[in-house]
């Protein structure tokens, strides 16, 4: 390590004080990213995610490009699905697609489990690369058993997850046993990433948005505390994420979780009156990003003048980066972040 | 008219007292029904549209056969778009593709003017059938600005209206253009339709919730208030409905609109604690309805419970009707809500 460490992200995560607002974007390992592209002309998706090297390198690209305060290990959360016996494909332009979904008890029967330092080799591999070449958190991440459920029940990416909540709804106990499959492959697969050496670790419940407040309750929020009181344990900041989720947030605020990501929808000053106290992260639409720098800095500006009003802020989008952004409208961003929070 | 008119649903707009909760539901002409899809077969969406006689009768249906206290015109909300310049085709299993997407300013420039008496007389035919024929209240309906220029600018349906925000952000004055010719277009189209005989009027900004407040305020609601307040001298009661626009009902209760549509995810109990004050429909998630008929009523049961706790609320689902909900399933809901609600 030749920089000293940049702890800020990992204190912000804690409501501790910082020396300006850290900021990571999501997906800032992306297709955004000439080199990105290049590398992705050679490879599939899941090639990459086989060998330790590339998706170090993939991983490393965003902090030296963009200087970013954390880095965001490159994996997908279909990952460790393939081992417990999902056939789950990433097809370009659609998304994860699985060719035998969930359609019985018996289906969810059939899971098996993960052993992590077998099955997914590669990825601890790729994180001890980058505990020795990086000099900003590393964050491990997963899908939360809703989101995986979802693709694993309607086949691929939905717009209404129709099938998803009517087995959810018709066979409550075959629901949850895959909630308790999925939540012990969920902690297996993130506990092996932080003794790996990831620092923090963030969940993506990207679609549980689509259920309201009473079927989160009954449904998910049992395997979501079980999830992050297993973390717990293990001593890193948790981010919990999803997209169209701010009726959730008074049910999120309850769990056992250190930051709570917000979409674009849900303003922090929102979030903050409705009692929310942990951590936040977020929120700046990732659309507005291929618009004017003007748009831009005054957006980010408000949002920063909310986020800092109290300890416990990250900067972030509200999503991932599209691909049409340009790189240097994220390394303006970056820095102008720096530069306005810095005490 | 044999049977007595039906004013339930009128009075519940009003936040007048009513013998029973009214309730229809959204798409409540659509290929759930057996009827439905005989009649699909012989005609494509738009031809359909052109015969007032089966448009009519498409509309009836759904009311003899569930029993509900409302028609909804069957119509679709980019009808009108395809006479102002639009070239927009129904794709089976996709929705509306349009082949000409809005691009530049030049792009709005050329919309023209709709003239309801010429381009929709179908439409206000079927209206006026309708008039003789049906013993409760007939809804009709347009789509709002922002979602039927999500489509035009897309080119389609989308998942992230990404294209949609970032004309919005890049091109203001263009955004604001567009906003204006359809506003007018929709204002147009729906006083034509009171006047041809609809007792109310709902609007669809179904996909406006991708946008979070602060951008409603500025790119959106402007225009909402000119077709409400326009609406307002027309003397009929008005909905509003978005999908995951919980985040925007403080906004949407500033409007002179009288009803607010909710989606499944946010509760009456949540809205009323916002400080909505106006009339409420909504809001049983759609997905419930393949489900066992317990859990279809107890959730009913909770909803009514919520809603009938002040004047102004009518019952409907969260969003439209999918294909696969068994007829029976609505024809014991309508009952139910008619029976536990009689006063």
């Known amino acids: 390590m030749s920089k000293p460490f940049n702890d800020a992200f990992l204190k912000a995560c804690r409501k501790e004080q910082t020396p300006h607002v850290p900021v990571w974007y999501m997906r800032q390992a992306g297709r955004y990213q000439p080199e990105y592209r290049e590398i992705r002309k050679k490879y599939t998706f899941f090639e990459m995610s086989e060998i330790p090297e590339v998706c170090a390198e993939v991983t490393r690209l965003p902090v030296e490009q963009l200087g970013v305060d ?28 699985i060719d035998n979904p969930i359609r019985s008890e018996k289906d969810v029967e059939r899971l098996t489990e993960i052993d992590p330092e077998t099955h997914v080799a590669t990825t601890l591999e790729a994180i001890r690369i980058l505990n020795q070449q990086l000099s900003v958190p590393l964050i491990g991440f997963a899908g939360a058993p809703f989101t ?7 086949g691929g990416p939905s717009k209404n997850y129709h099938k998803t909540k009517a087995f959810m709804y018709a066979e409550p106990v075959a629901w949850k046993a895959l909630m308790e499959k999925l939540g012990a492959m969920t902690i297996s697969y993130l506990k092996a990433q932080v003794k790996a050496g990831a620092h923090a670790i963030q969940v993506f419940d990207s679609w549980v948005g689509a259920l309201n407040e009473q079927d989160y309750q009954l449904y998910v929020a049992p395997i979501m505390h079980k999830i992050f009181q297993a973390l717990k344990e293990m001593g890193v900041p948790t981010i919990y994420f999803g997209i169209g989720t701010g009726h959730l947030l008074t049910e999120w605020n309850k769990l056992p979780v250190d930051v709570l990501g917000l979409d674009w929808r849900t303003s922090i000053t929102q979030a903050r009156a409705k009692g929310i106290d942990k951590a936040l992260q977020g929120n700046l639409d990732p659309s507005l990003l291929i ?3 003007e748009v831009i800095q005054e957006r980010a500006k408000a949002i920063l003048d909310q986020g800092m009003a109290q300890p416990g802020y990250i900067f972030n989008l509200g999503h991932g980066i599209f691909p049409d952004v340009p790189v240097e409208n994220l390394q303006k961003l970056t820095a102008f972040i720096h530069e306005y929070t810095k005490r």
Chains 1, 2 share one sequence.
């Not at 460790?80 to 659609?94: M, N, T």
């Not at 995986?148 to 309607?154: C, N, Q, T």
């Open 70 to 97: 954390a880095a965001i290990l490159f994996a997908d959360i279909m990952t460790p699905l393939q081992h417990i016996g999902v056939d789950v494909e990433i097809r370009s332009g659609v998304g994860p697609v």
């Open 148 to 154: 995986l459920a979802s693709y694993m029940i309607e």
């Open 291 to 293: 618009g004017p720098w």
